[in-house]
């Protein structure tokens, strides 16, 4: 085993940048293609990363940190639905992890929770997701089911537990819960196919989890049986504190943003005292950071590769990460360094694909390998195991 | 001047969540691990099916309450399974079942929208609803829904999802890289809808698909199915696969098109059908009837029986008489989570039906129920099997049928390798896919 940070990337339609479309060897008219994600995921398992990430939201694309002086005409809009797209490229991959996106806000976890354990079915044993809030009453209106009354993001921050923030959040909370007592409702030796019984289940082997909140309740037990990792990731993106205590109330693992070193320090402080507070001081809660890259084989190639798409698209590229743009070498050496505070790993964003991605799969994890400090290959067939976490006892087995 | 020819449309139904199915076989297979899923869809694709189809539970069978352990229990999420056999086949159509009552028409129509994206054209929609409080239990409606406005809702719901669909007219993506226009039309998607269920607005996030619309197929029985079907399905699936009852239903289903201002070829007509084939019509006998009795074991008779009876029956014996008593109306109590117990209208006539059957031919429980289960659609060797296919659809008792093997995931095969070449050599079935889309394969066209 080596020793090195895990990494993982985050796909999103032509990268990163808004105008990313726009380079020549993009291919904007396919993002909603298959053939478009299988060949980005097939490129990040040829390099043994950890895992992809598939961004999706209830809404049509639009990037609070780089408004659109045209409406968002002028960058990729339109998606296809990412627990989807996991599930069609899962067949055609077959080490590397997959994590899309899934709203808690206005969906089922009736339905996720059977749609994430039939994605781990399918990937035999490579699923998670990620899970967020919808915030905007934009989204609210495309169901027109419920008042979520007005929401402030700077609440994230100041941490009020009776914000109408905060609650969007302890229901996502409540919202794992359902989807991990789901998964679990099912023992693994629940089917039994007892030809001289003609019982197919044991049925004491399957069990209602009768999870009842402020917000719904859900009797189980599922309708598919437990999937092959037991529990598949579950991960969330935080800023801030409010998103950081759902995390370690909830995830297995959390994206942040640190800005720098000293920032990724606060920020493991942070996420370990919440976990502590949330009785979980003695189960892993991994924390990736992350960072948008524009790479480049020297410096000025990569300045020249950002200020290209920043020219194209107007203005200077802003984001809620860290955004580095330099050589493979380079960022090896920050994330090498950063990795000695105590992250377990980095998403990155590529800037723009096929450009960046390779840059990662090629130039970044070869620089690192070159250290001795990333994998060579995949050493195991589970996300759950690429993660070093051990396939869990179910919480209903006597 | 005779009439044309017609061609047979075929699908393949994954073994379902009931008796059908027999799980105890030596062959029998997982109903849950995806392999399962890719065999039975590449035997259809390679026997050149219109479609593969799957139905949807959403909350595990009770009755007695308990769970109702004696047929297969367990299944996948439909979306997801079925975009990952996008990866697997090339030109099958994907079929889900997907329940109106406990989605919302925006979720849904973003599903079906991005399955018909990743399997570039083949995706369908079996438009199902429920109101039990019982299903609701897993969900965050709960059983909100009285039963006289199911249809109201799913037919809501259906035209809800269309304007979605129809959101984005398929020409608004430019992707110009010179000019910097990505999109033509700063209001694409946008949409805007109000109604008793449904009042809901904004842009709808996935582009035009490659068939518009996902295929929609419907599955009621009732009138209010039939006209729901007649005003918004492009196939029915029916359970009427006989010769006079599928006339009788087909004339009745076409026949309600024109009020639509349908024509009769914009309706594909599929009735549910098992199979048991055999060397000679001899041997396919007597393995139908091995068939269904492992379909219908002791245990399992008693709880069929129940299921009209609407009674705790555990007392009896399967191979004993029936009850002297009526079955109990009212509230049907015994059994939850079960769409074929409201398909018994009248219990007590049936019942008595049953008993007089059992009476005059001295038949015990389990040999009524396997009587009155209903034999296999087609029973013979392939030769009489595909001759009878080509008849019934010629006859226009059905334009083809959804195949129903009860073994997983092999139980397609025989049929495909030996049935679905004499059609073809009778040149009423496909030798080769024409087209790419589902649309393509059933001859239906855009949508309207």
Same mark, same amino acid.
């Given at each position: 085993?080596?020793?090195?940070?895990?990494?993982?990337?985050?796909?999103?339609?032509?990268?990163?940048?808004?105008?990313?479309?726009?380079?020549?060897?993009? *291919?904007?008219?396919?993002?909603?293609?298959?053939?478009? +994600?299988?060949?980005?995921?097939?490129?990040?398992?040829?390099?043994?990363?950890?895992?992809?990430?598939?961004?999706?939201?209830?809404?049509? !694309?639009?990037?609070?940190?780089?408004?659109?002086?045209?409406?968002?005409?002028? /960058?990729? $809009?339109? /998606?296809?639905? @990412?627990?989807? %797209?996991?599930?069609?490229?899962?067949?055609?991959?077959?080490?590397?992890?997959?994590?899309?996106?899934?709203?808690?806000?206005?969906?089922?976890? #009736?339905?996720?929770?059977?749609?994430?354990?039939?994605?781990?079915?399918?990937?035999? =044993?490579?699923?998670?997701? *990620?899970?967020?809030?919808?915030?905007?009453?934009?989204?609210? /209106?495309?169901?027109?089911?419920?008042?979520?009354?007005?929401?402030?993001?700077?609440?994230?921050?100041?941490?009020?537990?009776?914000?109408?923030?905060?609650?969007?959040?302890?229901?996502?909370?409540?919202?794992?819960?359902?989807? /991990?007592?789901?998964?679990?409702? +099912?023992?693994?030796?629940?089917?039994? *196919?007892?030809?001289?019984?003609?019982?197919?289940?044991?049925?004491?082997?399957?069990?209602?989890?009768?999870?009842?909140?402020?917000?719904?309740?859900?009797?189980?037990? @599922?309708?598919?049986?437990?999937?092959?990792?037991?529990?598949?990731?579950?991960?969330?993106?935080?800023?801030?504190?409010?998103?950081?205590?759902?995390?370690?109330?909830?995830?297995?693992?959390?994206?942040?943003?640190?800005?720098?070193?000293?920032?990724?320090?606060?920020?493991?402080?942070?996420?370990?005292?919440?976990?502590?507070?949330?009785?979980?001081?003695?189960?892993?809660?991994?924390?990736?950071?992350?960072?948008?890259?524009?790479?480049?084989?020297?410096?000025?190639?990569?300045?020249?590769?950002?200020?290209?798409?920043?020219?194209?698209?107007?203005?200077?590229?802003?984001?809620?990460?860290?955004?580095?743009?330099?050589?493979?070498?380079?960022?090896?050496?920050?994330?090498?360094?950063?990795?000695?505070?105590?992250?377990?790993?980095?998403?990155?964003?590529?800037?723009?694909?096929?450009?960046? %991605?390779?840059?990662?799969?090629?130039?970044?994890?070869?620089?690192?390998?070159?250290?001795?400090?990333?994998?060579?290959?995949?050493?195991?067939?589970?996300?759950?195991?690429?993660?070093?976490?051990?396939?869990?006892?179910?919480?209903?087995?006597? | 001047?005779?009439?044309?020819?017609?061609?047979?449309?075929?699908?393949?139904?994954?073994?379902?969540?009931?008796?059908?199915?027999?799980?105890?076989?030596?062959?029998?297979?997982?109903?849950?691990?995806?392999?399962?899923?890719?065999?039975?869809? !590449?035997?259809?694709?390679?026997?050149? #099916?219109?479609?593969? #189809? %799957?139905?949807? =539970?959403?909350?595990?069978?009770?009755?007695?309450?308990?769970?109702?352990?004696?047929?297969?229990?367990?299944?996948?999420?439909?979306?997801?399974?079925?975009?990952?056999?996008?990866?697997?086949?090339?030109?099958?159509?994907?079929?889900?079942?997907?329940?109106?009552?406990?989605?919302?028409?925006?979720?849904?129509?973003?599903?079906?929208?991005?399955?018909?994206?990743?399997?570039?054209?083949?995706?369908?929609?079996?438009?199902?609803?429920?109101?039990?409080? #019982?299903?609701?239990?897993?969900?965050?409606?709960?059983?909100?829904?009285?039963?006289?406005?199911?249809?109201?809702?799913?037919?809501?719901?259906?035209?809800?999802?269309?304007?979605?669909?129809?959101? +984005?007219?398929?020409?608004?993506?430019?992707?110009?890289?010179?000019? =910097?226009?990505?999109?033509?039309?700063?209001?694409?998607?946008?949409?805007?809808? *109000?109604?008793?269920?449904?009042?809901?607005?904004?842009?709808?996030?996935?582009?035009?698909?490659?068939?518009?619309?996902?295929?929609?197929?419907?599955?009621?029985?009732?009138?209010?199915?039939?006209?729901?079907?007649?005003?918004?399905?492009?196939?029915?699936?029916?359970?009427?696969?006989?010769?006079?009852?599928?006339?009788?239903?087909?004339?009745?289903?076409?026949?309600? %098109?024109?009020?639509?201002?349908?024509?009769?070829?914009?309706?594909?007509?599929?009735?549910?059908?098992?199979?048991?084939?055999?060397?000679?019509?001899?041997?396919?006998?007597?393995?139908?009837?091995?068939?269904?009795?492992?379909?219908? @074991?002791?245990?399992?008779?008693?709880?069929?029986?129940?299921?009209?009876?609407?009674?705790?029956?555990?007392?009896?014996?399967?191979?004993?008489?029936?009850?002297?008593?009526?079955?109990?109306?009212?509230?049907?109590?015994?059994?939850?989570?079960?769409?074929?117990?409201?398909?018994?209208?009248?219990?007590?006539?049936?019942?008595?039906? +049953?008993?007089?059957?059992?009476?005059?031919?001295?038949?015990?429980?389990?040999?009524?129920?396997?009587?009155?289960?209903?034999? !296999?659609?087609?029973?013979?060797?392939?030769?009489?099997?595909?001759?009878?296919?080509?008849?019934?659809? !010629?006859?226009?008792?059905?334009?083809?049928?959804?195949?129903?093997?009860?073994?997983?995931?092999?139980?397609?095969?025989?049929?495909?390798?030996?049935?679905?070449?004499?059609? $073809?050599?009778?040149?009423?079935?496909?030798?080769?896919? @024409?087209?790419?889309?589902?649309?393509?394969?059933?001859?239906?066209?855009?949508?309207?």
């Amino acid at each position: 085993m080596t020793t090195g940070p895990h990494l993982a990337v985050a796909l999103d339609s032509a990268g990163w940048h808004p105008a990313a479309w726009r380079l020549p060897e993009a *291919r904007p008219d396919e993002v909603l293609t298959a053939r478009y +994600w299988v060949e980005q995921v097939r490129a990040a398992e040829a390099a043994a990363l950890d895992f992809v990430t598939f961004e999706d939201t209830l809404a049509l !694309q639009h990037d609070p940190f780089n408004p659109s002086q045209r409406g968002n005409t002028d /960058r990729v $809009q339109g /998606r296809v639905d @990412s627990v989807l %797209l996991a599930a069609r490229v899962a067949p055609l991959t077959s080490h590397i992890g997959l994590i899309p996106t899934a709203v808690a806000t206005h969906t089922e976890p #009736f339905h996720l929770s059977k749609a994430i354990a039939t994605l781990d079915y399918v990937s035999s =044993g490579r699923a998670g997701v *990620r899970v967020r809030i919808a915030w905007e009453q934009a989204d609210n /209106r495309h169901f027109g089911r419920r008042d979520i009354g007005a929401t402030d993001l700077a609440d994230a921050h100041h941490g009020d537990k009776t914000s109408p923030l905060s609650d969007l959040f302890d229901e996502t909370a409540d919202y794992v819960e359902v989807l /991990r007592r789901l998964w679990d409702s +099912w023992e693994d030796d629940a089917e039994i *196919r007892d030809v001289a019984t003609g019982r197919f289940v044991d049925r004491d082997k399957l069990h209602y989890i009768d999870f009842a909140g402020r917000w719904f309740a859900v009797k189980g037990p @599922s309708i598919t049986p437990r999937p092959p990792q037991g529990q598949p990731i579950v991960s969330t993106l935080s800023h801030a504190i409010i998103p950081t205590r759902l995390a370690a109330r909830a995830a297995d693992l959390v994206h942040v943003t640190p800005t720098d070193r000293a920032d990724a320090t606060r920020i493991l402080d942070e996420v370990r005292a919440e976990q502590a507070a949330a009785g979980r001081e003695h189960e892993t809660l991994h924390v990736f950071a992350d960072l948008v890259v524009f790479l480049g084989e020297t410096g000025t190639a990569a300045r020249d590769h950002k200020n290209r798409l920043d020219d194209l698209a107007g203005a200077g590229y802003a984001s809620d990460a860290e955004i580095f743009v330099g050589t493979p070498a380079e960022l090896a050496d920050l994330v090498l360094d950063w990795h000695t505070t105590g992250l377990s790993g980095f998403r990155l964003r590529p800037g723009a694909v096929p450009h960046d %991605l390779a840059g990662i799969t090629g130039g970044l994890v070869q620089e690192l390998r070159g250290r001795g400090r990333f994998r060579t290959g995949y050493e195991a067939s589970t996300l759950r195991g690429l993660l070093g976490l051990s396939r869990p006892a179910n919480r209903y087995a006597a | 001047m005779s009439k044309p020819i017609k061609q047979v449309h075929l699908a393949a139904h994954f073994p379902g969540v009931n008796n059908t199915t027999v799980w105890s076989d030596p062959a029998a297979g997982s109903h849950i691990e995806f392999s399962s899923f890719v065999k039975l869809a !590449q035997t259809a694709e390679r026997a050149k #099916f219109d479609f593969f #189809f %799957l139905a949807e =539970g959403l909350r595990l069978r009770e009755q007695g309450g308990e769970i109702y352990d004696l047929d297969v229990v367990g299944r996948p999420d439909t979306f997801t399974v079925l975009a990952a056999l996008a990866a697997a086949t090339e030109r099958l159509g994907l079929a889900g079942t997907i329940n109106s009552t406990f989605n919302e028409p925006f979720e849904v129509a973003r599903q079906f929208a991005s399955l018909d994206h990743l399997s570039a054209g083949r995706a369908a929609w079996n438009v199902v609803t429920s109101w039990d409080a #019982f299903t609701g239990e897993n969900f965050r409606r709960g059983g909100f829904l009285p039963q006289d406005q199911r249809y109201e809702r799913a037919r809501t719901f259906l035209s809800t999802a269309a304007e979605l669909f129809d959101s +984005w007219r398929g020409d608004e993506v430019a992707a110009d890289r010179e000019s =910097g226009v990505f999109l033509r039309d700063g209001n694409a998607g946008a949409f805007r809808h *109000r109604d008793a269920h449904f009042d809901i607005e904004g842009r709808f996030p996935v582009p035009r698909s490659p068939q518009g619309r996902p295929v929609i197929l419907q599955a009621g029985d009732s009138d209010e199915g039939r006209e729901f079907a007649a005003s918004s399905a492009d196939a029915i699936f029916s359970r009427h696969g006989s010769l006079e009852q599928g006339q009788a239903f087909y004339a009745d289903v076409k026949g309600r %098109l024109a009020g639509y201002g349908r024509t009769p070829d914009q309706l594909v007509v599929l009735p549910a059908a098992t199979f048991v084939l055999g060397d000679t019509d001899a041997d396919a006998r007597e393995r139908a009837d091995v068939v269904r009795h492992q379909q219908v @074991s002791g245990p399992t008779a008693i709880k069929l029986l129940e299921q009209l009876w609407n009674a705790d029956l555990s007392a009896y014996d399967p191979d004993g008489p029936l009850p002297d008593f009526d079955p109990l109306v009212g509230e049907h109590t015994i059994a939850r989570g079960r769409a074929s117990v409201r398909m018994h209208r009248d219990p007590v006539a049936k019942g008595r039906e +049953w008993r007089a059957l059992a009476e005059e031919k001295n038949l015990s429980i389990r040999e009524l129920i396997i009587q009155v289960n209903g034999e !296999q659609t087609f029973v013979g060797s392939p030769t009489t099997v595909a001759g009878q296919i080509d008849d019934l659809v !010629q006859a226009d008792a059905s334009d083809g049928f959804i195949l129903v093997p009860h073994v997983t995931p092999g139980g397609l095969d025989e049929f495909a390798d030996k049935v679905v070449p004499l059609l $073809q050599e009778r040149g009423v079935f496909r030798t080769e896919y @024409s087209g790419t889309t589902l649309r393509d394969h059933l001859g239906i066209g855009e949508p309207r």
